[in-house]
């Protein structure tokens, strides 16, 4: 069972002091009051956006393509010679869209 659910069930309902629930449970007081006053589930929030480690380094070549083929295409998306090359449409749609 999750240490923070022992813990507001010793204060709450058994009426244990946090004194107690810290030494039964061998954490210390703070952490007792923590899980006591803080009633959520609890959550994880980066504090930055992850690094996009494979496409990275070779974004501004993306859009800098994205800026001369702007206006290439046709308005179906198809170009002139019926084939695209490479993985480059992925690439493009990766970068469009953040991924």
């Known amino acids: 069972m999750d240490q923070k ?14 004194r107690e629930i810290a030494k039964e449970l061998h954490h210390g007081r703070a952490t007792i009051r923590k899980a006591i ?10 504090s930055a956006p992850a690094p996009k ?13 994205l800026q001369e083929d702007s206006g290439v295409l046709p308005s179906n998306g198809i170009p002139p010679n019926g084939f695209m090359h490479g993985s480059r449409p992925n690439t493009v749609t990766r970068v469009q869209t953040g991924r």
């Open 37 to 46: 006053y803080d009633a959520g589930i609890p959550t994880y929030t980066r």
């Open 53 to 65: 480690r494979s496409i990275g380094p070779f974004v501004e070549v993306i859009q800098q393509w």
């Open 5 to 18: 659910e022992i813990i507001r069930r010793e204060y709450f309902l058994n009426r244990k002091s946090m």
